[in-house]
């Protein structure tokens, strides 16, 4: 069974860069059977596709985040990452990893979430 | 991008009552990527179907859904105590793959 942990500074200033980790345990982040996702929800609203990252280190983004968001995986430690460069208070949410079998599948696993709040 | 629009936006009902959600596309989409997710308070979403009408593993067969082109539904037939939360449908199989605004199941 996989299972999924995030892990992030919690509280964050504006401009900075956010730097989230997903531990991944039950399965490998280099297998091509899964594609490894970050989704985030705002407080009260919805829920944000960011990207993801698939098979030999394959990316895509969220077009209205791409300038901003780097997903990388480490496999040397099993996790996959999320950096969000020059970050806003419209960056504060909760944040989810997330895996589907592959890029174009639902998300049938989540991580717990982890919570980012970005405020001078 | 496609748009996802849910209705109602908050559904009251009793237990033991029947639930109709619906999810409305901006443009036709595949049925092969359709999926609708449970979220409770404080909780991460949870896939209850995917491809439109095929329930993910554990999901109760009180759950079920429907729908192709641009409108699908999700209905609970029998509402139980816990599942009272919030729904989300999701078109996926394209990127970005987005979400509608939910649709809140509240106790009447």
Not at chain 1, 60 to 88: A, E, G, M, W
Request: proline letters at 6%.
């Amino acid at each position: 069974q996989v299972q999924l942990q995030e892990s992030g500074p919690g509280l964050m200033r504006p401009s900075e860069t956010l730097s989230l980790t997903c531990t991944v345990s039950g399965a490998s982040v280099s297998s091509g059977s899964y594609s490894w996702s970050w989704i985030r929800q705002p407080p009260r609203r919805g829920l944000e596709w960011v990207g993801y990252v698939y098979y030999a280190g394959s990316t895509r983004y969220n077009p209205s985040l791409k300038s901003r968001v780097t997903i990388s995986v480490d496999t040397s430690k099993n996790q996959f990452s999320l950096k969000l460069r020059s970050v806003t208070a419209a960056d504060t949410a909760v944040y989810y990893c997330a895996v589907s079998p592959s890029p174009i599948d639902a998300f049938d696993i989540w991580g717990q979430g982890t919570t980012v709040t970005v405020s001078s | 991008e496609i748009v996802l629009t849910q209705s109602p936006g908050t559904l009251s009902l009793s237990p033991g009552e029947r639930a109709t959600l619906s999810c409305r596309a901006s443009q036709s989409v595949s049925s092969s990527h359709l999926a609708w997710y449970q979220q409770k308070p404080g909780q991460a979403p949870r896939l209850l179907i995917y491809g439109a009408s095929f329930r993910a593993t554990g999901i109760p067969d009180r759950f079920s859904g429907s729908g192709s082109g641009t409108d699908f539904v999700l209905t609970v037939s029998r509402l139980e105590p816990e599942d009272f939360a919030v729904y989300f449908c999701q078109h996926y199989g394209n990127s970005p793959g987005t979400f509608g605004q939910g649709t809140k199941v509240e106790i009447k």
